[in-house]
């Protein structure tokens, strides 16, 4: 694993610890109804002050503990309520045990609607509190996604710098087969870090063993519809790197392959999301409707499988840590 990757692992377990804690602390706050608030908000400070601790500095803790914090207060101002409406047209000052057992059907239907949704939630970074790039679309992001990006982004600059700051002029930009659409036309360039350009393609009118030399200012000036510089090597969730030109030339993989690889990726990440949703139903589901609850699990364990058959049919390594 590299740098970049254990960190993001870490931050990551660590938001998704935190986000474990808050929920159980609100829904526990939400069926016991008398349950003490002010208790409640410093068991919260002091999950969301443990997850700061356990957060890398690249992924900005200050950013998402302030995420979690009022994603905290929001989930208590959605489920609270809801659960308390219900039981005040019981005239019901009973524990959440007691007000479950007298709801009817319906209602008990409509409770654990409203806790799966919650369960499957994810805590949301405002856009302004956003590190780094920005979607550049004003959305909230997923807390996961924000961090997802932010550590690459910060380890992809560091790593550019490093190489910058030598007294290399040329360069070649890594190839991998599961390259994005937006990588591709790039992946495997010789560039120099200080010819210009001549012509569109953003050639030197230079050669080095028979192959063009692309300028690099001139491909890192572009800039994509939002102004970003989001492309190749500065591109916010880009993999490749470049090293040094010591000749020959790496096997760029055929557009078909990368695109093919590309898409199994996101598969994985897509099916990893769905996984994650899921448990968070299961969670949310397991003290209104347990029967309910037992079905998603089944789900999830279906789905896991189909998560790590799909994983190994296309070379991938499964990333379990993702799904829960
Ligand atoms: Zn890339």
Redesign the pocket.
């Known amino acids: 694993m590299t740098k970049a990757e254990e960190a993001e692992k870490k931050a990551l377990l660590a938001e998704r610890k935190a986000e474990k804690e808050l929920k159980s602390l609100v829904m526990a706050l939400a069926l016991a109804i008398f349950f003490n608030k002010a208790l409640a908000d410093q068991k919260a400070a002091k999950i969301i002050r443990t997850m700061g601790d356990e957060l890398p500095e690249e992924a900005n803790p200050k950013i998402i503990m302030d995420a979690m914090w009022g994603s905290y207060n929001s989930w208590l101002e959605t489920l609270v309520p809801f659960v308390l409406a219900r039981a005040l047209t019981l005239r019901e000052s009973a524990t959440g045990q007691n007000l479950l057992n007298k709801l009817s059907p319906t209602e008990k239907a409509k409770l654990a609607r409203k806790f799966a949704q919650f369960g499957a939630s994810s805590p949301l970074v405002k856009p302004t509190e956003q590190l780094g790039p920005s979607t550049g679309t004003g959305k909230k992001l997923d807390s996961w996604a924000a961090t997802e990006r932010n550590v690459r982004y910060y380890y992809q600059q560091k790593r550019l710098q490093e190489e910058l700051d030598k007294g290399f002029d040329l360069y070649q930009i890594s190839v991998h087969t599961d390259?994005?659409k937006?990588?591709l036309p790039d992946?495997g360039k010789i560039i120099s870090k200080t010819l210009p350009p001549i012509d569109a393609s953003l050639w030197t009118g230079k050669k080095v063993d028979g192959k063009k030399i692309y300028s690099w200012p001139a491909m890192h000036a572009r800039v994509d519809k939002y102004g970003w510089h989001n492309f190749?090597?500065d591109?916010f969730n880009?993999?490749?790197h470049i090293s040094p030109y010591k000749g020959g030339s790496p096997e760029k993989p055929k557009a078909k392959e990368a695109a093919e690889a590309s898409e199994a990726e996101s598969a994985m990440r897509e099916a990893e999301r769905r996984l994650r949703q899921l448990n968070g139903e299961y969670l949310g589901l397991e003290k209104i409707d347990k029967a309910r609850a037992e079905k998603i699990r089944k789900r999830w364990i279906s789905g896991f499988k189909e998560y790590q058959d799909f994983a190994s049919k296309h070379g991938i390594d499964p990333k379990g840590w993702r799904t829960q």
């Open positions: 390259c994005s937006r990588c992946q190749i090597i591109g880009c993999r490749h």
